[in-house]
């Protein structure tokens, strides 16, 4: 039985283990080594049960301990060509961290099967993952996209679980205090995903066999945990679809909790 472990998730940093207890991997590596250490023990994970780095996109949040964190434990980085092209210019990977380019036909890494697909985000190359477990379970990550395109749809429907962007409440967005230019972008099509977008695709995706959601990379200043939970549980309901018995929900906290979703 796979597991997936929220390290971190929001502007101030991104990670998640996905994976059992002895093998797995992580979705990037956006705080530093010593705080991704710190939060795998705080899941009662070793660090060596990590067999590889996926890294979504070269955003500080989602890279800030990869190099060290990576160098230091011996584990394997992949990513687009674009994104490792991006990580290099950065000093994000150097000659101590072992790369591969990720293609679209995927990789294997602690016994699953890992699939990139394209995501609409202003950076280099970036992508969500679809992960598929020797047991037949599939996962998939999709955040940092402005919107749902159909590639995207297509490769995270049928998937037994979700973590998905629900990254701001638009009328927080709008009313708050960041410069027009900064809102303009995390509401074109290459910035983030919205609770009302995010929620528009859940029954949808529950429909199709997802039993397990994660909202993920809520953002500290245009969101609350309870307004895209909310958001999302209304637009279930209104098809439905009841909680705990047609699916799991949780929102992905900002630091570790010791809390995963078994699948």
């Given at each position: ?216 990379h809520l953002s500290r200043e245009n969101n609350m945990p309870m307004i895209a939970e909310g958001s ?32």
């Amino acid at each position: 039985m796979a597991r997936i472990c929220p390290l971190f998730s929001g502007s101030k940093g991104n990670s998640y283990y996905i994976g059992a207890s002895g093998s797995g991997i992580l979705i990037d590596a956006g705080r530093s080594a010593k705080q991704l250490e710190g939060a795998l023990s705080s899941y009662n994970i070793d660090v060596g049960a990590v067999k590889a780095i996926f890294v979504t996109h070269e955003h500080s949040d989602h890279i800030q301990g990869l190099r060290v964190f990576a160098s230091r434990h011996n584990i394997r980085v992949y990513a687009t060509a674009e994104t490792l092209g991006a990580l290099e210019r950065l000093g994000a990977v150097n000659e101590k961290v072992s790369c591969a380019e990720i293609g679209g036909s995927g990789t294997e890494a602690a016994n699953m099967l890992i699939k990139p697909f394209a995501t609409s985000h202003d950076c280099a190359g970036s992508v969500g993952y679809t992960i598929e477990t020797a047991d037949g379970a599939k996962i998939s990550i999709a955040t940092d996209t402005g919107v749902i395109t159909e590639e995207i749809h297509d490769a995270i429907i049928g998937s037994d679980a979700v973590i998905i962007e629900s990254n701001h409440d638009v009328g927080m967005l709008m009313n708050g205090i960041y410069p027009y230019q900064l809102k303009r972008r995390i509401l074109s099509d290459s910035g983030h995903l919205s609770n009302d977008a995010c929620s528009e695709l859940l029954p949808e995706l529950v429909e199709s066999g997802a039993t397990r959601l994660i909202l993920a990379h809520l953002s500290r200043e245009n969101n609350m945990p309870m307004i895209a939970e909310g958001s999302a549980i209304y637009e279930l309901s209104r098809n439905g679809m009841k909680r705990d018995r047609d699916f799991t929900l949780m929102v992905a906290p900002p630091e570790p909790s010791g809390e995963c979703v078994l699948i």
